[in-house]
DNA sequence: TAATCCATCGAAATCGTTTGCGGTACCATT
DNA sequence: AATGGTACCGCAAACGATTTCGATGGATTA
């Protein structure tokens, strides 16, 4: 790379100042326009380009963002981050993306390592197992911009962009009784995930008020591995005429063991999901799903972290609103 | 943050100058015992962490690589991110994902952008129409390590890992004139990018070889709707007995297809898909794949990039082998 | 005793950019 | 002729860490 061009390069070829050159560039009124012309000539013929670290050192921001999440690998994450990418482009932002592998050791690292680069902003989403309230609070009142999304610490005074995880499952609840299920298996995810609990609880809550006659049965799954074996496991002696799957990867296994099993969709047993699109188109019928994208999940958290950047004070929750999807897998 | 905490600012507090400060947190043998405890436990104390940017304005280099795709939401390019970064942990660096939108002009910004923030190397996929093949060499020859992987540029002297397009394509032609099919539907990608040509290429001559009459019927696909229409539109006239889909992307079109035309897998039509391994177990019955896998890429190309940064002048190609899983979508 | 050596440490330059402050020249007013 | 104003531009000090080249003082050796 031509790395040898800078500032002093140019002010040497063009006999005038460092500071006249860098004012130049940046169009500054104390220059003139002939002075102007001449360097951002040179400039151009000589393909400058301003040395980040030295300008970063200097103002000591850099315009990188820092992205942390449990995996990269996970439609939902995925989504975010291409949402968020987009955005952060256009800002002239770009993006620091970490994997934490849900390891709230590796989580902390991450974090030092967004704050030894100095970067404009966080986003967050915690493992599953991190309570690290007080390393949170330390980066925010330190002042560092920090977004968490998804999955939350139980903080008051932080910007959080969320699913509206009541809401889905509230939704999740009311179109399964509007089908009239009576025997209903509902798969959630770590119960010590505050997404989950949250779920099940909105959930329970909806029969519970709209049709208490229903018999629920909720059970807890942490990979689509375990949702399958449940699946089967409580198929051998009973049987269900719903199975409700809290995320994505539970609706994996619970596919697959209706495919074991030999169920048909939706007359031996229907399905509903709250998932982020992508999986429940895949299956035949479609399933039908209550959606929380990543993708407008990452939008949202951009927006968050503008208005953080643009000085605004009070932090705040976004609640991104939940939508059913009709698919063929229910009747 | 406490980004007050500097050199100076220790070496004030403990009366010693700075480059004493700084050579007794390296260790520099010139220090004595006594000083170098002091100044390590203040150190401690007062949180102290490098500038990376000082670092990296007077090393001018930094430990962040670039790594460039045309989407991050893709199953093959999630996985490849996942592993690199991964290993990138572990050898101390961090990565700067950076999505292209497959358009040669955004790919070229983020080139730019790598090569303004000084990363210590690259890891590029590059987009479908792009044939920058100066540009590339513009920054090979400038020195930046540089490491193609999956969709690679024909240039000769770089650093590449790509899977086995050729072997991958001739197992699944293998395999299926292994089970004796008569007339084959195979859909490819975009025959502008190298990985549809080779593959297609490929899995054509293994037919001419060994299997000569059997009805060969390519078509081509640029997305899953594409993949979905061309097979609904063939067999509204025609049938085949089997359906080879170059990518995950085209068997997704093409499951679907199957699901609307009502076939059954494997006795109506068999399917044989080149995938990374996450959609064909999905369906029911399993699609046998022959496995192109992004993660076992991702490390393949880290190691491409160490040999590159250690030192290794020459250049070379590493291709990744294919392997055969059998799942029940063949009979 | 003088010369030498070693263990410890500091001063200062350097990386490239930004910016406060001051300086020069020139023109227009009184 | 003295003053004020303006348009341009340069000096030099930051930013924080690294590193070269000495410097110092005490111990050792000839």
Do not use: W
Not at 40 to 56: G, I, S
Not at 125 to 147: Q, R
Not at 271 to 300: D, H, M, R
């Amino acid at each position: 790379m031509n790395y040898r061009s800078t500032l002093k390069n140019i002010s040497e070829k063009l006999n005038i100042s460092i500071s006249t050159v860098s004012r130049a560039l940046k169009n500054h009124p104390d220059i003139s326009e002939s002075t102007k012309r001449k360097v951002k000539d040179l400039a151009v013929l000589m393909e400058y380009e301003p040395n980040t670290y030295a300008v970063n050192l200097r103002t000591n921001v850099s315009k990188v963002f820092g992205l942390i999440v449990p995996a990269i690998s996970n439609l939902f994450y995925e989504s975010f981050i291409a949402a968020v990418e987009e955005d952060a482009r256009q800002l002239g932002y770009s993006l620091m993306i970490l994997q934490s592998g849900n390891d709230p050791v590796t989580e902390i690292e991450n974090l030092k390592l967004c704050k030894q680069t100095r970067v404009a902003g966080i986003f967050i989403c915690v493992a599953t197992h991190a309570a690290h309230t007080e390393t949170y609070l330390k980066y925010i009142e330190a002042g560092m911009p920090l977004v968490f999304f998804d999955n939350v610490p139980d903080i008051d005074s932080c910007n959080k962009v969320c699913p509206a995880d009541e809401e889905a499952a509230t939704i999740s609840a009311a179109t399964i009784i509007k089908y009239k299920k009576k025997k209903v298996l509902g798969i959630f995810g770590n119960p010590e995930l505050s997404i989950s609990r949250k779920r099940m609880e909105a959930f329970r809550k909806t029969f519970a008020a709209d049709a208490p006659k229903t018999q629920l049965e909720i059970q807890h799954a942490d990979s689509s591995q375990q949702a399958k074996e449940i699946v089967q496991t409580y198929f051998s002696s009973k049987k269900a005429d719903h199975i409700f799957c809290m995320s994505d990867e539970i609706l994996m296994g619970v596919m697959q063991a209706t495919y074991k099993l030999g169920l048909t969709i939706p007359t031996d047993v229907s399905i509903l999901a709250i998932s982020n699109g992508f999986l429940p188109a895949l299956f035949n019928p479609a399933i039908t799903y209550v959606e929380t994208s990543g993708y407008k999940l990452g939008k949202l958290a951009m927006r968050s972290m503008s208005d953080h950047l643009n000085g605004q004070t009070f932090t705040k929750v976004i609640i991104l609103p939940s939508l059913l999807i009709e698919g063929a897998s229910m009747q």
